[in-house]
């Protein structure tokens, strides 16, 4: 079992930054590649960006490819988002996953490849 729990969302002017930080209760985060998804009101959660457990393999969805970083210290058992240059397109709750994976470059862009979610932290971008 392995419980998430996020934290660093707040209120941003559009073209700020923040960082998301998401922690895990587990042993370890090795063997799970790691997620990030959002989802805005009235909206279907989208996949956002993975990083692989080795932190070797990253994937971005389109809107916020050059813009986003995931990164992951598994030391420390924490998976980060970097979010640069805000807009208010991307006011959401933002949520942390983990999906179980033996491979060390695996990664998941698919919501149903996940097996934990954390209870997600709000972002909001104001014009």
């Known amino acids: 079992q392995v419980h998430l729990v996020e934290s660093g969302g707040g209120l941003v002017q559009a073209g700020g930054s923040l960082r998301l930080s998401c922690e895990a209760s587990?042993?370890?985060?090795?063997?799970?590649?790691m997620g990030w998804f959002r989802q805005a009101s009235g909206k279907e959660r989208e996949f956002v960006a993975t990083?692989?457990?080795?932190?070797?393999?990253?994937s971005y969805a389109d809107s916020v490819k050059g813009r986003f970083t995931i990164s992951r210290v598994n030391a420390n058992n924490t998976v980060y988002l970097q979010m640069n240059s805000l807009s208010p397109e991307d006011t959401a709750v933002y949520y942390c996953a983990a999906g179980h994976t033996y491979l060390r470059t695996t990664v998941y862009n698919t919501r149903s490849l996940y097996d934990y979610w954390g209870q997600g932290t709000q972002v909001t971008v104001s014009s």
């Open positions: 990083i692989s457990w080795s932190g070797d393999s990253t």
């Open positions: 587990a042993r370890t985060l090795e063997m799970y590649a």
